[in-house]
């Protein structure tokens, strides 16, 4: 690990025709002690990430600070540049479906590979930290871990890590990971590895939303609190929720979305929460909502392609005495 002090780096990926850099912030303190990786802008146009991960590495003191924190502050540049949601303007993949990644594979596999390559080999815990996307309005803001994939030990930790980054909803994700094919997002490519790893979910809209990069620059620093990296100590938080039984409902033809709700509200059973529009305007499917909860997510702009998430509904549930 690189000695004492607040390293700027720029990490090159290179394929064949093109090329790109990890921005890397490198923050070293005098005591040695676990190894932070944090992770934003694996999707370019989730911004809250990006500029809270950025102020964190600016306002991180070294001389403070036990063991190592490494911050990407755009694992997309592409993307960033290019202003695309979901996908790389240079080879059109979702670089968040193609973990571990692959050598000599297009540039966002190759940026894949370097992340878990070069820098999950030397993480003690990884934080993914998301948003809804350019065109994706989310709500609450939350953390995620793998409660059924990786060893006991992992999923204990990673639980404690999504429960210590202070937001007041948690994700449980169900999936297991039996097959290293799955392990193709960020978080569970390191959990694949052995690293407890959390997704981390704020903002969107393609905004950079001051509340989210508040919450998320405080869960940065209750992180370090929790990994024993800060002498600060932090309350714990209280009133956490389990958000579970997140269903989707995805637009059956391409067309325009025309959104009646926004994430955040609470919805019943078959309420009208939007409708596609074919080219012409002609409603061609109504949208309405699988169960009664909480509608977490829906497209915040009209552009739709057969296939794609519209909204997203979930429950929630009390949290109260099973904290780790
Ligand atoms: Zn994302």
């Known amino acids: ?15 064949t025709d093109q090329h790109t850099i990890l921005p890397v912030t490198v923050v070293t303190g005098l005591q040695p002690g676990p190894v932070l990786l944090v992770i934003a802008g694996i999707h370019g146009s989730e911004y809250a990430p990006i500029v809270a991960g950025q102020r964190f590495g600016m306002a991180l003191d070294f001389r403070t600070l036990t063991g190592t924190v490494m911050i990407v502050h755009m694992a997309n540049l592409p993307a960033y540049l290019g202003r695309t949601v979901y996908t790389s303007p240079v080879d059109g993949l979702n670089l968040n479906r193609e973990f571990p990644g692959n ?7 190759r940026i894949a590979y370097t992340l878990t390559n070069k820098l999950y080999p030397l993480a003690d815990a990884v934080l993914d ?11 609450p803001y939350w953390t995620g871990y793998y409660a059924r994939a990786g060893s006991a030990d ?6 404690s890590l999504a429960f210590a980054f202070g937001m007041q909803h948690v ?24 690293i407890p790893s959390i997704d981390v ?3 969107g809209s393609g905004v950079v939303d001051a509340q989210a990069v508040k919450l998320l620059t405080e869960g940065f620093n209750r992180t370090l609190s929790h990994l024993g990296m800060i002498r600060q100590r932090y309350p714990s938080p209280t009133g956490q929720r389990i958000i579970f039984d997140r269903q989707s409902v995805k637009s059956p033809l391409s067309g325009s979305w025309v959104s009646l709700k926004a994430a955040g509200e609470t919805v019943m059973a078959g309420e009208l929460l939007g409708y596609v529009t074919d080219w012409h305007g002609r409603t ?18 009209p552009p739709v392609s057969q296939g ?3 909204v997203v509904v979930g429950s929630t549930k009390s949290h109260a005495g099973d904290a780790p």
């Open 171 to 194: 994700v449980p994700f169900e999936w297991e990971l039996g097959k290293s094919a799955n392990a193709i997002w960020a978080g569970s490519a390191a959990v694949a590895m052995g």
């Open 308 to 310: 794609e998430t519209l």
């Open 103 to 109: 050598a000599q594979g297009s540039l966002s596999q």
């Open 154 to 159: 992992v999923i204990k930790r990673s639980k």
């Open 129 to 139: 930290v998301h948003s809804g996307d350019g065109n994706e309005d989310l709500r």
């Open 201 to 203: 979910e704020a903002g």
């Open 284 to 301: 061609v499917f109504e949208a309405r909502s699988p169960k009664d909860g909480l509608l977490m997510l829906r497209l915040s702009a």
């Open 1 to 15: 690990m690189a000695e004492s002090g607040k390293h700027h780096i720029a990490i090159p990926v290179e394929s």
